[in-house]
């Protein structure tokens, strides 16, 4: 195939050509950081939060009426008539848990008056009931047992613990060394020492949204050994044995109303439906930024299928005359296939610039991590593929063009 | 002359239907796209309270020190104050109106026995409150700074609240149980949103919020536990007295100051307090205030989440490419009437009147694209807000306004977009045409 003719062609109709590779370059660069941020997205939603969710529900903010000076009984209450439902495995009462969106954090330092924490965490309470009632993984120390667990009165009462879990994330960020276990760290409120008992393999923090306060420490939570007794609403966490979720999901609530009717619940809602609230934006997006894509590579193929049918349309007489002078229907076809090769060429060589700059752009505005190359060169592959395949159309109905024409007319 | 040229574009677009939909497809895509992204940006992003916006600030004090704000804002400031420095302000009264206030949960027991309680979001707030955000009243009134300092046990309903306790009747006067205490009606709101809730952005802005309003001092009195963000550093005792006593952040402070220079003298007396309690020794460092309106603090407080800046951006970039389609497409169409215009231009056509004609034609599929788009704008928005939730498509709807950009923009862009050919159209030259026919 000969260039020559081609490039001289194309720079009689400079402006067409131009304006093929310019929206093939934006496309480009449009396409592939929506396809990294859809990849970002999704990987974000499927993160762990370490919980056995399929089979486990929250009963979201109960708050008793009235200040109830026997909270603490009521809870025990609650708890023990939760126990014993049939198909619940566990359950305890806690301030927060993983996606919720609201919850506490603290600072933990190695040393007492560190000027910045070494960690920060996510802070759940719970009693020894906590890591069965998640579902969590015990891989070293011990649970909490009940000599451990007191009473918390409020958010504003701020007893130390006799000792906290930490997850595995967290313990190797304080600990390097992996000698986590018995050593004792400071909290940003107290300045007690708390020992570390035990590690769970994973816990995640309730804040998930991509950027938000949680991201920077996704996997730090400690659980603290008390039961939250105030007029805070708090959660049950109850674990469901296999299979039994649906059953214990309407057996819940009901039981803690029989028990009794002076309380609130917000919502019962199984850990499942916690994840599709927390991540619906991210999803949303995902579906927003797909769509998009598709509906960016369309109308940049009809555009091309737009222009080249006016190219051909213009150039009937020349086709046949090519055609009268012995090229074959194939020269014809692969004429507007390389004619559109070195456009989409162009463009992509462009759009990739394009793609790394919006991307550097969006990394300083929107603190993104930065696109992986492979993004950019499978989108330029792509927009060549959607090049060849738009132009084949209107090359073919080129190549249908009978030699006769050039006979015709002046 | 022009509904000549009207009627010649629209004629000429019958001529090639597939260019002519390809290139209103086009345009109506990239105008849906856009205008999705861009009302919903509006909707998140307009003035909640634009008579008043740059007569009300938020001020911050840094009561931390520079050394305590690890992993946090830049600027050393938090977005709340302290109970201390939010009763130093009061009781300064160095504002036209002023004040502190906070969210609570409270159990809120229902009228009718058999039901069960229900959870509502109690804002405590001092009585400037109601004139210092316009809140109007439907029956009976706010309490008064008497009421404050007496703590009295009064609420003021939301028109909602009152709607659902008592049936929109004029309730001033009945008696609501919150927590078990009564609380006395004196006043009913009448229809009242505020897009975002700007004075406290820790309780989603753009959703249900506060319905029930009573005096700061009861809530206080009564322990009211705060809900939203609650930020501790230094020494904390225990209980509710230690978190009055402490430099924990929880409370929203406001101010209205009516002009500029009221603005001015506030900044000073934020500077002047600080440095008074640098010298009472609560302050170990130099003073460190800010204060802004409205429309800096929503900004501040980066209320319009960072997707929605990146579907702005997309939506931006798609409308470029839909529309460069549709200048290559105008490109053939006029061009492949060259004959036409040569043949027009020969009997006597100015390049003025070639140019008119056809940038009337581009004006036409513009409007026809904004028409289409305007569609799927309303397809896009009905999208959004089931893919997404309320923090993002908060009451997001096509309004006159938008339907005016939208149509001005398509036909805008388009003609932009069309100018190239419609030059190229205006040079073709007579002659040539008439020798090639």
Partial sequence: MEFGPIISAMRRNKVGAILIAVQMAITLAIMCNALFIIEQRVALSKRPTGADEPNVLIIQNNQWVGNAPDASARLQGDLAALRSLPGVQDAFATNSFPMSGGGSTTGLSLHPNQKDPTAIAAVYFGDGHAIAGFGLKLVAGRNFNSGDVVDKLGYTDLKSPTGIIVTRVLADKLFPDGNAVGQSIYDEARHGQTPIIGIVDRLQVPWVSAAGWGSKFNDSSIIEPFNLVSMYPYNYIVHAQPGQMSAVLQAAPKKLFDVSRARVIQRTLTMTDARADAYKNDKGLVVILGVVCVALLAVTAFGIVGLTSYWVAQRRRQIGIRRALGATRNAIVQYFQTENLLIAGAGAAIGVALAVSLNLWMVNAFAMQRLHTGYALIGAIVVMILGQAAVLWPALKAASIPPALATRAA | ?437
């Fill in chain 2, 1 to 437: 002359m022009f509904t000549y040229y009207f009627r010649l574009g629209l004629r000429s677009l019958k001529r090639n239907m597939v260019l002519t939909a390809l290139m209103i497809a086009a345009i109506a895509v990239g105008i849906g796209a856009c205008m999705t992204a861009l009302t919903v940006f509006r909707a998140m992003s307009g003035d909640p309270i634009p008579q008043k916006s740059k007569q009300l600030f938020a001020p911050q004090i840094d009561n931390w020190g520079p050394d305590a704000h690890a992993g946090g804002p830049t600027d050393r400031l938090e977005p709340q104050l302290s109970y201390t420095d939010v009763l130093g302000l009061m009781k300064a009264h160095a504002a036209r109106r002023q004040t502190g206030m906070y969210a609570t949960l409270q159990s809120l027991r229902p009228t009718d026995p058999k039901q069960k309680p229900t959870k509502v979001f109690v804002r405590a707030a001092f009585t400037d409150f109601f004139p210092m955000f316009e809140v109007p009243f439907k029956y009976g009134g706010a309490w008064t700074a008497s009421d404050d300092e007496a703590r009295a046990a009064v609420v003021v309903l939301t028109q909602d609240m009152n709607d659902k306790l008592f049936g929109g009747t004029n309730s001033v006067g009945k008696t609501i149980r919150l927590d078990n205490e009564p609380y006395t009606v004196i006043g009913v709101l009448d229809d009242w949103r505020l897009l975002p809730r700007f004075y406290d952005l820790a309780i989603r802005p753009f959703g249900d919020g506060d319905a029930i309003f009573m005096p700061f001092t009861r809530a206080i009195d009564k322990h009211m536990v705060n809900t939203g963000s609650t930020q501790c550093n230094g020494d904390v005792e225990s209980g509710f007295e230690g978190r009055l006593k402490s430099d924990c952040i929880w409370l929203q402070f406001w101010v209205e100051l009516p002009t500029e220079s009221d603005a001015q003298n506030y900044r000073a007396f934020l500077n002047n307090y600080a440095a008074e309690q640098q010298r009472f020794g609560r302050f170990h460092w130099p003073p460190h205030t800010q204060l802004r309106d409205v429309p800096q603090w929503l900004q501040y407080r980066h209320v319009v989440p960072s997707e929605v800046r990146i579907l702005i951006l997309v939506s931006f970039g798609f409308l470029l490419v839909c529309l460069m389609n549709a200048m290559g497409l105008m490109l053939a169409k006029i061009m492949g009437r060259a004959g036409d215009i040569g043949v027009r231009r020969a009997l006597g056509a100015s390049r003025g009147a070639i140019f008119a004609q056809c940038l009337i034609e581009t004006g036409v599929v513009g409007l026809a694209g904004g028409i289409f788009g305007l569609l799927l704008t309303a397809l896009g928005l009905w999208a959004a807000r089931s893919l997404l939730t309320k923090e993002f498509v908060a009451l997001a709807h096509l309004d006159w306004a938008d339907t005016g950009i939208a149509v001005l923009l398509a036909v805008g862009a388009t003609v932009l977009a069309g100018l190239y050919p419609t030059w190229r159209a205006a040079h073709v030259q007579p002659a040539w045409q008439l020798k090639a026919q």
